[in-house]
């Protein structure tokens, strides 16, 4: 079965902290990818990164980054000098065996 | 004008009740589906489509049924609604060729049924 774990229930920063959201995917495919999304408080959902499972690389974008290691399943996401507009809902998620199961999500309150 | 368009966004109603969502999409897409989300437990897939002439229940699929009218075109319907059906519903689409392609959200239907 395929699970994609998110610890994090909720987190609350003060703007311009770092903060890292945890991702950590069960699977037994050997190709998968990873996903992350955000959901801001309109509701709608936005594509941040998809990572394919040979892709080890991290990556940065902006203010964002992503750290991919599969020996520990884990995919996390780090914002950088968080603002106010990062608050949102944060979901991974995890393609394998022709099915995207998402997390649970961690909601992240950043405050000026 | 958003890429994935879903209606109603808001919706009240009684048990017993039979609703349609609708969701239609401009991005040219073969692949919808239909989720829906619950506070504490994310989105759960309940159809999925990668064509016209193709259906498939996802995780969550008792208690609905979806109609797949055109390659843009994909509706969601709950026969019989009942209170533990009041969610946020999403319709995704994707590119063809593999489930691997980010899948891109409609901004979601808020059912509430009484």
């Known amino acids: 079965a395929q699970k994609v774990t998110q610890a994090q229930t909720e987190i609350s920063v003060v703007e311009k902290e770092d903060v890292t959201l945890d991702c950590v995917y069960e699977?037994?495919?050997?190709?998968?990818?990873l996903f992350w999304y955000k959901q801001p408080p309109s509701g709608e959902l936005v594509f941040l990164i998809r990572?394919?499972?040979?892709?080890?690389q991290n990556e940065i974008s902006g203010r964002y980054s992503w750290n991919f290691q599969k020996s520990t399943s884990s995919f996390n996401f780090t914002i950088t000098a968080s603002q106010v507009v990062d608050s949102a809902v944060y979901f991974c998620?995890?393609?394998?065996?022709?099915?995207?199961?998402f997390g649970t999500g961690t909601r992240l309150l950043v405050s000026p | 004008d958003a890429d994935v368009t879903q209606t109603p966004r808001n919706r009240i109603t009684k048990t017993g009740k039979r609703i349609m969502l609708e969701c239609s999409q401009t991005?040219?897409?073969?692949?919808m589906y239909w989720y829906r989300q619950d506070p504490g437990l994310g989105l759960r897939l309940i159809y999925y489509s990668f064509d016209v002439k193709d259906i498939n229940k996802g995780e969550i699929s008792d208690g609905y049924s979806v109609s797949r009218q055109a390659q843009a075109k994909f509706s969601l319907s709950l026969e019989s609604a009942i209170p533990n059906q009041t969610a946020l519903y999403f319709c995704a689409t994707s590119e063809g060729g593999g489930g691997n392609q980010p899948q891109h959200f409609g901004d979601g239907t808020r059912l509430s049924i009484l």
């Open positions: 699977t037994r495919d050997t190709t998968y990818y």
């Open positions: 998620a995890l393609y394998g065996f022709q099915k995207l199961v």
């Open positions: 990572r394919n499972s040979f892709d080890e």
């Open positions: 991005k040219g897409h073969d692949r």
